[in-house]
């Protein structure tokens, strides 16, 4: 089993910056990518960014590409997503889940059931 941790949520005006962290426990060696998920109320789930733990190849979403790095330490067990010039759409709660079955270039759709492992989320909080 994996155990995933979210912490580093909060609240920020319009153009400010968080950095989400993700630390996992357990059985680490299971973990193969990493993706980074959000929910806002009354909206879907949505994959916003994924890296894969061997190799480092990164994805994201339209919605936060060219604003957000998601990246991972040495030891692969903690994950963060820096998000800057943060906007009011970005307000959610977000999730970091890991895969333990490599999903080739299916890692770039954020597709939910690839994900076994999930945290239980941090929130983000953008006013304008």
């Known amino acids: 089993q994996v155990q995933l941790v979210e912490s580093g949520g909060g609240s920020v005006q319009a153009g400010g910056s968080l950095r989400l962290s993700c630390a996992a426990s357990g059985d680490t060696y299971r973990v193969t990518f990493i993706g980074w998920f959000r929910q806002a109320p009354g909206k879907e789930r949505e994959g916003v960014a994924s890296i894969a733990t061997s190799g480092g190849s990164t994805y994201y979403s339209d919605s936060v590409k060219g604003r957000s790095t998601i990246s991972q330490d040495n030891a692969k067990t903690t994950w963060y997503l820096q998000m800057n010039s943060l906007k009011p759409e970005d307000t959610a709660m977000y999730y970091c889940?890991?895969?333990?079955?490599?999903?080739?270039?299916?890692?770039?759709?954020?597709?939910?059931?690839?994900?076994?492992?999930w945290g239980q989320g941090t929130q983000v909080t953008v006013s304008s």
């Open positions: 889940a890991a895969g333990s079955q490599w999903v080739g270039s299916r890692l770039a759709q954020f597709k939910s059931y690839d994900y076994r492992y």
